[in-house]
T-cell receptor, first 110, second 115 residues
Framework: TQLLEQSPQFLSIQEGENLTVYCNSS?????LQWYRQEPGEGPVLLVT???GGEVKKLKRLTFQFGDARKDSSLHITAAQPGDTGLYLC??????????WGAGTKLIIKP | KAGVTQTPRYLIKTRGQQVTLSCSPI?????VSWYQQTPGQGLQFLFE???????NKGNFPGRFSGRQFSNSRSEMNVSTLELGDSALYLC??????????????FGPGTRLTVT
């Protein structure tokens, strides 16, 4: 069974701090996607990384795909209350199915 | 482009009843996936439909079923509802190329409460 482990499960920090969320697996993925979900809404796609070692930036968010395409990280610089939400990663396996992580619940306190 | 729409947004049902949820994908998207989300289990994949055919299926009992119409709209049905079926049900559509699904675009979900 393929697993995608996210850590930490929960993170509560002050506005202005930096943080990193991790997504790890023993399986290789053809691509990996990051989503953010706010309460009462569906997840919204933030980014897709495809190439091993790839780094993508979205304003204060930096996404990295591991060289072996088994892991990924999301780094947020100078977190703001608007970053609060549930962050989900999903890896696309060789059968084109998405394997989902359990999510990281992030709270940014003003 | 209009986003993914789901109806109804909220639903309260009694144990033993059945329920049908509806999803309209983004125009041009032919793949529709359904997910169940609960605080304890996270996001769980139910099934995916592509061109009116179920292409992938998660590990859920046969009480959960779905279908897709020729216009790509999809419905999912849960029969003989149990208390544990209370959850947020999310629909997501994808643009596909050569049958390969890409990023998921989610609707706002249907919040189902079973009493």
């Amino acid at each position: 069974t393929q697993l995608l482990e996210q850590s930490p499960q929960f993170l509560s920090i002050q506005e202005g701090e930096n943080l990193t969320v991790y997504c790890n697996s023993s399986s290789v993925f053809s691509s990996l996607q990051w989503y953010r979900q706010e309460p009462g809404e569906g997840p919204v796609l933030l980014v897709t990384v495809v190439t091993g070692g790839e780094v993508k930036k979205l304003k204060r968010l930096t996404f990295q795909f591991g060289d072996a395409r088994k892991d990924s990280s999301l780094h947020i610089t100078a977190a703001q209350p608007g970053d609060t939400g549930l962050y989900l990663c999903a890896g696309q396996d060789s059968n084109y199915q998405l394997i989902w992580g359990a999510g990281t619940k992030l709270i940014i306190k003003p | 482009k209009a986003g993914v729409t789901q109806t109804p947004r909220y639903l309260i049902k009694t144990r033993g009843q059945q329920v049908t949820l509806s999803c309209s994908p983004i125009s041009g998207h032919r793949s529709v996936s359904w997910y169940q989300q609960t605080p304890g289990q996270g996001l769980q994949f139910l099934f995916e439909y592509f061109s009116e055919t179920q292409r992938n299926k998660g590990n859920f009992p046969g009480r959960f079923s779905g279908r897709q119409f020729s216009n790509s709209r999809s419905e999912m049905n849960v029969s003989t509802l149990e208390l544990g079926d209370s959850a947020l049900y999310l629909c997501a559509s994808s643009s596909t190329l050569s049958g390969v699904s890409y990023e998921q675009y989610f609707g706002p979900g249907t919040r189902l409460t079973v009493t």
